[in-house]
């Protein structure tokens, strides 16, 4: 898995729920890297079902990419990326809108190209 911008990564697909695999090829992080990530950054809550096996919601995978952006990208150590994202929630809240929004405009677009085909 090579280090992206997050601006290259894929959309998201509309799904309700992603298992951990899943949240790793969209994110582009390794499995255990999500787990450790889980550990360090209380924002990331997956649901647990039976076997104990991780669910992600939208919103989790949507953290998970502020997270990569934000230690990857940006430069932060994990204390740095916690007390981030713990800190300004109005910037947080802005951030992951315009994530939204550019997820949607990508979904729009495939969409789009989907049905010129």
């Given at each position: 898995m090579d280090q992206e911008p997050t601006a290259e990564l894929p959309p998201i697909p509309g799904k309700r729920y992603f298992k951990i695999g899943e949240v790793s090829e969209l994110c582009d992080v390794k499995p255990h890297v999500l787990r450790y990530w889980e550990q360090e950054?209380?924002?990331i809550n997956p649901v647990r079902r039976t076997g104990n096996r991780r669910y992600y919601q939208r919103q989790d995978?949507?953290?998970v990419r502020q997270i990569r952006s934000l230690l990857y990208d940006q430069g932060y150590t994990i204390n740095g990326a916690r007390q981030r994202l713990a800190g300004d929630d109005a910037r947080q809240d802005q951030t992951q809108?315009?994530?939204?929004?550019?997820?949607?405009i990508?979904?729009?677009?495939?969409?789009?190209?989907?049905?010129?085909?």
């Amino acid at each position: 898995m090579d280090q992206e911008p997050t601006a290259e990564l894929p959309p998201i697909p509309g799904k309700r729920y992603f298992k951990i695999g899943e949240v790793s090829e969209l994110c582009d992080v390794k499995p255990h890297v999500l787990r450790y990530w889980e550990q360090e950054f209380p924002q990331i809550n997956p649901v647990r079902r039976t076997g104990n096996r991780r669910y992600y919601q939208r919103q989790d995978v949507i953290v998970v990419r502020q997270i990569r952006s934000l230690l990857y990208d940006q430069g932060y150590t994990i204390n740095g990326a916690r007390q981030r994202l713990a800190g300004d929630d109005a910037r947080q809240d802005q951030t992951q809108f315009r994530l939204l929004v550019k997820q949607m405009i990508a979904e729009m677009e495939s969409l789009l190209q989907l049905l010129k085909s």
